[in-house]
């Protein structure tokens, strides 16, 4: 019998329709790829155990949907998160100029910014910051320059990566601009840092807990 401690981990899954985001969690969970699309709506999560040091973690990977239509659930579900996964694809210049959008949806959504925000408030500001305030301490969420990120640069097979058109130093620059992100590039179609990608969500997630 396993005397490993067990841990539940949240982690959420963001980035433009189509940059593959089911698609790694496809290969990382089930370790199936399929070439065809099929736009996720609303949100939904897979887990994964995988044993670190001394635990047994329950990794609670969510996947949402890129087109904002189908972004139906709202983002409820963002709370409790212990590390947020950002997606783009290395040949879409435009999935990644939109990370800045999804980095600042989830620290605002996670009321993270609100309540550091300074000032004088009106009352019913007041009143929404405190509300933001219980949602913070429940959601256990502190700092956003400290809140875990994870970049995944996904697609690199495509065209022997000759049809990219972020580079890894850009990227990367991107990483740095935002407190030292750690960047991984993946291939979901062919298994490539998958599970190191993975691996390294779940020890940051963690080491939130
Ligand atoms: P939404 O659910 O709309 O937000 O999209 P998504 O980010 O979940 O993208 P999805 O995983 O559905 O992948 C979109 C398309 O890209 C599919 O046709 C996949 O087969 C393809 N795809 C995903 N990852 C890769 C990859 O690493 N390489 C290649 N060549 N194709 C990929
Ligand atoms: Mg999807």
Redesign the pocket.
Known sequence: MSTRRRTLLKVIVL?D???????LMNQYVHKKF???????IGADFVTKELPIDDRLVTLQIWDT???ERFQSLGVAFYRGADCCAL?YDVNVMRSFDTLDNWHEEFLKQTNIIIVLSQGNLPRRQLLWKCINLFNLIKANLSDPRTFPFILLG??I??DGGNSRVVSEKKAKDWCASKGNIPYFE????EDYNVDPAFLSIAKIALANE
């Open positions: 980035g329709s189509g940059v593959g985001k089911t698609s399929s070439q065809q699309y099929k736009a996720t949907a890129g087109q997606v996904n697609k097979d495509i993946t291939s979901a179609k």
